[in-house]
């Protein structure tokens, strides 16, 4: 009898643990997609962007910014997810969407912030303050690609994605060398192209693993 229960407990054991990793490589390759698209709108921004600011010498074009996560959360609710039958949700899955969360929460605080207080330490002269607190704004690409590349490698660890993680490293790490090897303020809108580049590569290779 106390053997019998004690497989029991194994097998219990062994099927959720079985489980868990089901859902680990379902939850990753359903990541795949939008890796892909929040990459090509990365790159595509960034480039936009750049392309803008130098032509005009305007910073404030990083005002558009603010239009891309706008449209990647409504190209991902009505292209993605429409196509999707059904969503895996469990604990593993909230923990990786409150990692992407709190990204988007940390980094549009620090946007914010550091906008405002551009601004009012300028003082109130209108249309001046706004500009100089944009080019401050654009200053801060490489904290924002090292918070980025923190949130992809943790959610490499929650996922137990060697490609995840790597991923995130490059991100972060290649962000940093790119901001100092550029130092001009238009240039650094190319550490956002290559995390853009780099979230496209990961996404093809994780439909690659588990197509």
């Known amino acids: 009898m106390e053997q019998k229960k004690e497989m029991t407990a194994e097998e219990s054991l062994s099927l959720i643990t079985e489980t868990l990793n089901s859902n680990r490589k379902e939850i990753t390759r359903r990541s795949g997609k939008y890796y892909i698209l929040w990459g090509i709108l990365l790159t595509v921004f960034s480039l936009i962007i750049y392309f803008l600011w130098k032509l005009t010498d305007q910073p404030a074009w990083n005002c558009l910014w603010f239009a891309m996560p706008v449209i990647g959360f409504l190209l991902a609710r009505f292209g993605l997810d429409q196509k999707q039958a059904e969503k895996v949700s469990n604990d593993v899955s909230r923990i990786t969407g409150g990692i ?112």
């Open 100 to 211: 992407w969360s709190t990204f988007g929460i940390f980094t549009c605080a620090v946007a914010a912030f550091t906008l405002i207080y551009g601004m009012v330490d300028d003082g109130n002269d209108g249309i001046g303050s706004v500009i100089r607190a944009l080019v401050v704004l654009g200053s801060l690409t490489a904290e924002i690609v090292l918070i980025f590349g923190l949130a992809e490698s943790a959610c490499g660890v929650a996922l137990k994605s060697w490609v995840m993680k790597i991923a995130g490293f490059v991100t972060g790490i290649g962000g940093l060398a790119i901001y100092y090897i550029t130092g001009a303020q238009e240039e650094q809108m190319f550490i956002f192209t290559f995390a853009g580049l780099v979230l496209v590569a990961t996404g093809l290779i994780i439909k690659h693993q588990y197509k």
